[in-house]
């Protein structure tokens, strides 16, 4: 599970450029002038349980889908916080419909400014977590077509990392 906000106005392929509130100060309880004027909030998005789903298996988050249309020339805020064991090195396993940046405790470590198709696990970026909460944020461009991403945290071999814990409260 996710808690995601948006979609904030991102003209012309400026959405990986541009400061928006989110990444001045993270407060669940904001709520920001969005798109088209719109108020935006923070929201959970959440992996459905259905009979028979592999929760093994990568969770797609569809932003059209979360915020109940396409939008185009967009960003949105993704939001997890990872509960580490102990001081770890992992991979975040990272796929994106358009570009991304990835922020860990409040510092840039991947930034990824493309146009570009989702496929699962296209991107895998070092983590350094320390024990106990680590805060992820990542930030989805958007230019037209699907919009989405897709994570996990995995060992260096791909295989998850169970030393690690993704939540929704710090």
């Known amino acids: 599970a996710w808690w995601v906000a ?3 106005d991102a003209p012309a392929g400026e959405g990986l450029t541009t400061l928006y509130p989110p990444d001045e100060e993270l407060d669940l309880s904001d709520r920001y ?3 088209g004027d719109a ?3 923070w929201q959970k998005a959440e992996r ?3 009979p028979g789903a592999d929760f093994g298996a990568e969770y797609f988050v569809n932003l059209a889908t979360v915020f109940g249309e396409r939008h185009y020339d967009a960003v949105a805020y993704a939001l ?3 509960h580490a064991s102990e001081d770890l090195e992992a991979v975040l396993a990272l796929g994106s419909d358009d570009g991304v940046v990835v922020r860990l405790n409040g510092r840039e470590i991947h930034r990824v400014a493309v ?3 989702y496929q699962a696990r296209q991107d895998r970026v070092p983590l350094r977590l320390v024990a106990g909460v680590n805060t992820l944020l990542l930030r989805v461009d958007q230019h037209g077509g699907d919009w989405g991403f897709g ?3 995995e060992r260096a071999d791909g295989r998850p990392e169970p030393r690690v814990r993704a939540l929704l409260t710090p």
Request: proline share 10%; no cysteine; aromatic share 10%.
């Open 6 to 8: 948006g979609p904030f």
């Open 33 to 35: 002038d969005g798109k």
């Open 39 to 41: 108020k935006v909030a």
């Open 48 to 50: 459905p349980l259905t």
């Open 80 to 82: 997890v916080y990872l």
């Open 115 to 117: 146009g570009r198709a």
């Open 151 to 153: 994570a996990s945290v």
